[in-house]
């Protein structure tokens, strides 16, 4: 990607590489500027380099990543390496993909006032942008919370008012929209156009261009695509007894809240489940209470063919550095295992595209290997029959979600139970046996997706994406 540095950009790279310690080969070189006022939109397939180019832009490399930082970025005017660091923050604003990395506050109200704070507003006008940022995201009922008890798509909504509120001279979004549903997103669009006309220069790294097509004299970047290793799809050394899971008046409150309330459905081995809802629909909740990480009311069995509760179910976060920790990819994954069927451990690696990456440091991981490597983790648990994934196809582009869909149908294959919360409503119609979609706590929705299910049935109520922002 090549584009020539304005002297009056809020923000600008030349020949700007950089390449983290232990890493052979460098991100980049890249050549940007974003001016004043200007929309900017730079896309990739996964592993480009995206999440890092965001970074550069933004100061946090090289001040809180080790490695050699190459060429020149300048933010504000002023060389991003030797700025300091809380100085760029006030020119700057970032949003990086994982929201949960960036909650500070105890409540979601005082999350917002942080920042106001630290701009030294007045205390009046302080908490008229705070009023206005809470109505404008829908984020008035969650004052109160603690963003931490929010679903992932709630946190994102709430860095995004966060960082949008400091009305910063410039921001730096990492895959801002991956967590929204189509409403929250149109929503944060419109806001993101509108700082735009108060000057402020916007640089957005998405895979999904469709939100911002709409947007006015957007400015569209490409990144050169990373070299993408040969798909294999070996057959797995197991296969998983048939069973179900029975859920039967299934209700779960959380914080004095009902979540979930009169769930009843039957999941069977050996097929892709997919559950669609908006953000804060519980979907999360469902997740986690199948694996037996939340109290409930009801009923949920699960039972082997021969009716004895002993198949097993493992969860993958929706935030993947959550479940990972050690020094290397295979470290990773033989961690806490003292016994290893090395048949089996060697053809998940390989279903899971890990072969080149064994030795690799999982936080270098792209966002879609890292989601792989904790797959990979929860598959070699002895007596697993059965995996729960949280928004599985986050940042990731068309390659990466089509790769995804194929390993899941092995595993169902292999006889495995394969329950997906998506907001990816194409993908989980074209990869699932079930699309079920989860509105207020309850199912309102069950039916297969390559018969009579129609993708626009399971969508958000919002704006046409390609509507005309100016």
Known sequence: MTRPAATTAVIAARAAAFRYAGQASAVGPFDFAAAAGEFHLISGPSGCGKSTFARMLCGLVPHLYRGELAGQVHIGGRSSDTAPLWWLTTVVGFVAQNPRAQLLSSTVRDEIMFGLENLGLSR????ERLGHTLATFGLERFAERDPRSLSGGEQQRLILAAVMARQPRALVL????????????????????ALRHQGCAITAFEHGPALLAGVDGLQRLALPAAEIPDEDFPDLAVEVPPFRVVVNGLRVELGGRPVLDGIDCTLAGGRVIAIVGTNGSGKTTLLRTLVGLHAYTGRVNTLSSDGHQTPRLGLCFQNPDCQIFNASVRQELRFGLSEIDEDFYRSVVRLLGLVRYEQTPPLLLSEGQKKRLALATVLLRPGLSGICLDEPTLGQDAHQRRFLGRILKRLAAAG????IATHDVEW?????????????????????????LNCEDLRDPAVSPHQQLR
């Open 428 to 452: 989980a119609v074209k990869w699932s046996d079930e699309v079920f979609l989860l509105q207020a706590g309850r199912l309102t929705t069950r039916e297969h997706p390559r018969t009579t």
């Open 124 to 127: 009046r006008a302080a908490h």
């Open 416 to 419: 495995y139970l394969c329950v």
């Open 174 to 193: 990492d895959e801002p929209f991956a967590m929204l549903d189509t409403a929250s997103a149109m929503q944060a669009v419109s806001e993101l156009v």
